[in-house]
């Protein structure tokens, strides 16, 4: 079975950094489409980044421009460095995968954040917490 784990989550300060690490395993790393999902505590899931097999990125507007999505496919490992956070950002962030040769924009992500844990669409890990205070 596919297996997804986060790492990296934290508390900082508003306007401070933190990496997040996702490391894949049971899987052809390099066939999937990955994605950054979080969910507020008590709100809905909510995609906030992608990134394709080639490497092409994606991002909601709420994160554009601070936050970076990269992988490294030799390490099975996706990457969100997260700039300049703001309290909003205060979440548990989860990894999420769906093996697929096409598409792999925010439609694709959104999806995955709302399907993926049922099971029947893709992958996820089990979250990281980041807490960012004001």
């Known amino acids: 079975e596919v297996e997804l784990v986060e790492s990296g989550g934290g508390s900082v300060s508003a306007g401070g950094s933190l990496r997040l690490s996702c490391k894949g395993s049971?899987?052809?790393?390099?066939?999937?489409?990955l994605g950054w999902v979080r969910q507020v505590a008590g709100q809905s899931r909510e995609g906030i980044a992608g990134?394709?097999?080639?490497?092409?990125?994606t991002y909601e507007d709420s994160v554009k421009g601070r936050f970076f999505v990269s992988r490294d496919n030799g390490k099975s490992t996706m990457y969100l460095q997260m700039n300049s956070l703001k309290p909003e950002d205060t979440a548990t962030y989860y990894c999420?995968?769906?093996?697929?040769?096409?598409?792999?924009?925010?439609?694709?992500?959104?999806?995955?954040?709302?399907?993926?844990?049922?099971?029947?669409?893709?992958?996820w890990g089990q979250g990281t917490q980041v807490t960012v205070s004001s």
């Open positions: 049971q899987m052809p790393f390099d066939e999937y489409c």
């Open positions: 990134i394709d097999r080639n490497g092409v990125t």
């Open positions: 999420a995968a769906l093996k697929t040769s096409g598409r792999c924009d925010m439609s694709t992500i959104q999806t995955l954040a709302l399907r993926a844990p049922r099971g029947d669409y893709g992958y």
